[in-house]
């Protein structure tokens, strides 16, 4: 047994030394540099940067400063964006995955087809968006003009209606991954239990509320985790609609971050922010694991 | 006798490879041109330079929204290019990491061979730490035949350059007058600056301590920018647009005035060439005419080898001989040479150059401070608030003061105060 177990060290061992090299070191490293005032100046030489203890994590914690305003703002972007993109992107996402559940000809094609918008690169996918949304020649402002739900152009790409364009983009963009999760979960479900409801005289939403749903839910539970997560991570919908500052409504942590870490150069700060992002991360993900009991494996 | 010989052919070849590393350099210059265009003239010109002096120059075009980035990585890893370009108010920021080499301008011709504006640029603290290689400034462009049909001159001061608008909107439409560029331009503060300028502002506090530009100049400058779109003389989707887009605005016929700068004639002459236009120097408001003086500057990374620094500056020299100055600003980058002699090409006093000249001799360049990038980009993010808040109907009188009040407290706290 102790053989064994040594061999099983050993075989992961490989993964377990890459995993501290990419992704321990840099972390440590990250969080050692939070604590100091790293700047393009004293980067050649990071050991020479002061040290300023709690400094960033006062500025980024603090809404009275500037940065501190601005985080916080982002948060909140943030936590609108993922609510609507997470909670709407699964409706649609379930829709899709139980027509594509029905036997229809040419079923395959179909399941293929509804991964074009999730396998298109992000660069991509969000530049057409971007077309799509111009207020002067956007065919997203045409088609509402002429259903006559606007009467005039409107500015999608600055002010506050630019947290829906990125809502409505990252929508169209994430819906397929889940629903080809959820289809590959209802597929699990036997077709007995479904026959079984019907006898006993369930209906269509009573077949879905009572077995579906229960069946799905460890893969749901899943899906919705990594949903919060990813949606923590979101940059490149805001980056590529709105560009390097994406002004107060569409301000996401990542770009706050991006910009004063590598476009001002303040390393530390922008390293403090991340640990703070991390950690408000790590708070939503224990919240949400303790709720729901996810388990990976069911 | 033999194992000598191989011995003496093994040192030969180590002292050569040696010496052909020593004589090989990389240079960075950004999208100056277009691509296939600006490549084939820069290989050609490195060949003449290898032939020359036994130098090997590898280029590489980067991005202008790559190059903070890149430089900041060859600065501090040491790799990357030894010789790059860097923009007017770039130069300062890298020179205030250590990075750069110091240079002695007098080795490129002394000062007087260049534009004062441009020469500063490359100064902190009074050191030279760049070359300067080209430098531009803004004026107005026209559709000449759209301000005809419309019966108006092109303006001479800013209330004209309304007036006027007013005129092409009747015969065209809104929107029409002028093209400006939005929240997604970092060209937008040179933009207002201009105006900022002419209306007697100033950025900073004469020693450069201070911001200045919540006077009410600044507010004059930013209620005038806004109310052109406010006014439907620019149209409402310029609040998004990036500079690019206004320009194309302009040069497809959309627009008929836009605030450019000379590297756009070669836009137009591979977009529209038959668009009829003229420009004319940057309206005067209440206290003259003010344009913004940019360029850029040729910069040696300092922890590259003494031979790569001797090597980097050859090459510099190379590309800063009048000749191959000229050459490269009027048949490819459509720049002005920062170099006084390679300007004195007859060709400079022709058309719209002798306009661009002319407007380049009172330009103004932004102080050379290590801060300027983070200072630029805490206008740049409240200008766009002023514009967010126009977009969502909730701009009013005091919404630029109030924005410039908050940028100058930010940039008050940059500056150490």
């Not at chain 1, 590959?184 to 036997?190: D, E």
């Not at chain 2, 999208?31 to 820069?42: C, E, K, L, V």
């Not at chain 2, 590297?263 to 009829?276: K, Q, T, V, Y």
């Not at chain 2, 300027?372 to 608030?385: A, L």
């Amino acid at each position: 047994m102790k053989k064994y177990r040594s061999l099983a060290y050993l075989f992961i061992l490989p993964a377990v030394v890459a995993m501290i090299f990419v992704h321990i070191v840099p972390m440590a490293w990250g969080i050692m540099i939070s604590f100091r005032d790293l700047n393009v100046f004293n980067i050649r030489d990071w050991t020479t940067a002061p040290f300023v203890g709690l400094d960033n994590y006062k500025k980024g914690f603090n809404p009275v400063t500037t940065i501190g305003q601005r985080f916080w703002q982002s948060v909140y972007n943030n936590l609108v964006f993922g609510f609507f993109t997470i909670s709407i992107g699964f409706v649609i996402a379930m829709g899709v995955a139980l027509l594509l559940n029905q036997p229809f000809y040419g079923r395959t094609f179909v399941r293929g087809l509804i991964l074009i918008p999730y396998i298109t690169p992000d660069v991509v996918v969000y530049n057409f968006w971007r077309f799509i949304f111009q207020a002067r020649i956007g065919i997203f402002n045409e088609m509402l003009l002429k259903l006559g739900i606007i009467q005039e152009r409107v500015i999608w790409l600055v002010g506050s209606n630019t947290i829906w364009t990125a809502i409505i983009a990252a929508i169209w963009k994430g819906w397929p991954f889940g629903a080809l999760i959820l289809l590959a979960g209802l597929q699990t479900i036997p077709t007995e239990l479904y026959e079984a409801a019907k006898i006993d005289g369930a209906n269509w939403w009573q077949r879905f509320r009572y077995v579906t749903i229960p069946f799905l839910q460890p893969v749901i539970k899943t899906l919705m985790i990594m949903n919060i997560l990813w949606n923590f991570h979101a940059y490149n919908q805001f980056r590529v609609l709105f560009g390097d500052d994406p002004g107060r409504y569409a301000e996401v942590p990542s770009t706050l971050i991006m910009r004063e870490a590598f476009n001002f150069f303040r390393y530390g700060l922008g390293s403090a922010l991340s640990v703070i992002l991390m950690l408000i991360m790590l708070a939503i993900t224990l919240i949400y694991l303790s709720l729901f009991k996810v388990r990976v494996v069911e | 006798m033999k194992r000598s010989l191989i011995l003496l052919t093994v040192v030969s070849l180590l002292m050569l490879a040696a010496t052909a590393g020593a004589t090989e350099i990389d240079f960075w210059a950004m999208t100056n041109a277009p691509s296939d265009q600006h490549y084939a003239w820069m290989n050609e010109k490195a060949a003449e330079f290898e032939a020359e002096t036994g130098i090997k120059v590898n280029f590489e075009e980067i991005g202008w929204g790559e190059i903070m980035t890149r430089a900041a990585n060859a600065i501090i890893t040491g790799e990357g290019a030894h010789v790059f370009q860097l923009g007017t108010t770039q130069n300062p920021y890298f020179a205030g990491t250590g990075g750069l080499v110091e240079i002695d301008i007098d080795e490129f011709g002394g000062a007087d061979s260049f534009f004062e504006a441009n020469l500063e640029s490359t100064t902190l603290n009074g050191k030279n730490y760049g070359i300067p290689w080209f430098a531009e400034t803004r004026a107005l462009f026209y559709n000449t035949e759209m301000l005809k049909k419309a019966g108006v001159e092109p303006p001479n001061t800013y209330l004209e350059l309304v007036e006027v608008g007013q005129k092409i909107v009747e015969v065209y439409g809104k929107g029409t007058a002028i093209a400006t560029a939005g929240t997604n331009a970092w060209d937008l503060i040179h933009n207002w600056a201009i105006i900022l300028w002419a209306y007697g502002g100033d950025m900073l506090n004469p020693d450069n301590t201070a911001a200045a530009f919540n006077s009410e100049a600044g507010v004059k400058a930013m209620n005038y920018w806004v109310n052109l779109v406010a006014t439907g003389l620019a149209d409402e989707a310029c609040a998004e647009y990036n500079q690019p887009q206004a320009d194309a605005a302009f040069i497809n016929g959309d627009a008929a005035m836009c605030f450019m700068g000379p590297w756009n004639i070669a836009g137009i002459e591979a977009d529209n060439p038959d668009l009829p236009y003229d420009i004319v120097q940057p309206p005067a408001g209440p206290f003259g005419r003010a344009s913004f003086s940019g360029g850029s500057n040729l910069v040696i990374r300092s922890n590259a080898s003494k031979d790569e620094i001797k090597a980097a500056k050859a090459w510099v020299e190379f590309l800063l001989r009048p000749d191959i100055l000229a050459d490269y600003t009027k048949n490819l980058s459509k720049f002005l040479p920062s170099n006084k002699e390679a300007l004195e090409d007859p060709y400079y006093e022709t058309g719209v150059w002798a306009t661009f000249v002319k407007t380049l001799g009172y330009a103004t360049a932004y102080p050379p401070l290590v801060e300027w990038g983070e200072i630029e980009g805490t206008v740049q993010t409240n200008f766009g608030n002023v514009l967010a808040d126009y977009v969502d109907g909730k701009y009013d009188q005091n919404s630029a003061q109030n924005y410039l009040d908050t940028a100058a407290a930010e940039v008050n706290e940059i500056l150490g105060n």
